[in-house]
């Protein structure tokens, strides 16, 4: 009965290599989040999504792209691949509720090492 | 913008010994507060959240925090810590009020490590 879930869990490329990490909710929730984790623990914040709209766009390289294809999933596509992007990926949703979407579940993380 | 600063990096404790974990916020506008665990090699759990009411909050596993708005601080304690409890945590916050795009701040991390 997993919650938010993600794939891959791990995930080891090459520089210059286009990937995709994919993330999945089952708990109804319409707003899903993508967030960096960089080898330092720092966690920001990089997009959201609201009923497949984008609702969050953080200064991201434009190498970074989010789809949404239903409120269930969010997805990230990653083109060109840089030493830079090493970090741990986390999904997340959160359910808007009186115009408050405030409280966020998150994935287990994807950990992607780029060589 | 709103910004949080999680006062230590590294909290070293024994095994049943009380425990708290600083958490320091600075925001022009009315926040949510929220602190999440993170197990190595595993996502964050939230362990609990102050939206709005009882200053004095309690989560899962023991833990409970209070909501200081003089102070802007909402620290996170337990009484008496597990070997179990050894884990990164991470304090959050987020625009509150009626509108919210539920942007979460995140501070530095607090790394707790339980000695038997």
């Known amino acids: 009965d997993t919650a938010v879930s993600q794939t891959p869990k791990y995930l080891v490329t090459q520089m210059g290599n286009d990937k995709s990490i994919k993330c999945e909710q089952n708990?109804?929730?319409?707003?899903m989040y993508w967030y960096k984790q960089d080898s330092k623990k720092f966690l920001k914040i990089m997009f959201s999504?609201?009923?497949?709209?984008?609702?969050i766009n953080e200064t991201v390289p434009n190498r970074f792209s989010p789809k949404s294809p239903d409120k269930a999933h969010l997805n990230l596509h990653i083109n060109s691949l840089e030493l830079g992007d090493s970090a741990v990926y986390f999904c997340a949703s959160s359910l808007r509720t009186s115009g408050r979407r405030e409280t966020q579940y998150f994935g287990p993380g994807t950990r992607l090492l780029v060589l | 913008a709103q910004s949080v600063t999680q006062l230590d990096s590294q909290v070293p404790v024994f095994e049943e010994a009380p425990v708290e974990l600083r958490c320091n916020y600075s925001s022009s506008v009315s926040v949510y507060l929220f602190w999440y665990v993170q197990y190595p090699n595993q996502g964050l759990q939230l362990l609990l959240k102050?939206?709005?009411?009882?200053?004095l909050v309690k989560g899962i596993n023991g833990f409970e925090a209070e909501f200081n708005k003089s102070q802007t601080s909402f620290h996170l304690r337990k009484p008496s810590v597990h070997i179990s409890d050894t884990a990164e945590y991470f304090c959050?916050?987020?625009?509150?009020?009626?509108?919210?795009?539920?942007?979460?701040?995140f501070g530095q991390g607090t790394i707790l490590t339980v000695h038997p």
């Open positions: 708990l109804g929730h319409d707003t």
């Open positions: 999504y609201n009923n497949k709209e984008l609702i």
């Open positions: 102050y939206l709005s009411g009882s200053t």
């Open positions: 959050a916050v987020t625009r509150g009020g009626g509108t919210s795009y539920g942007k979460l701040t």
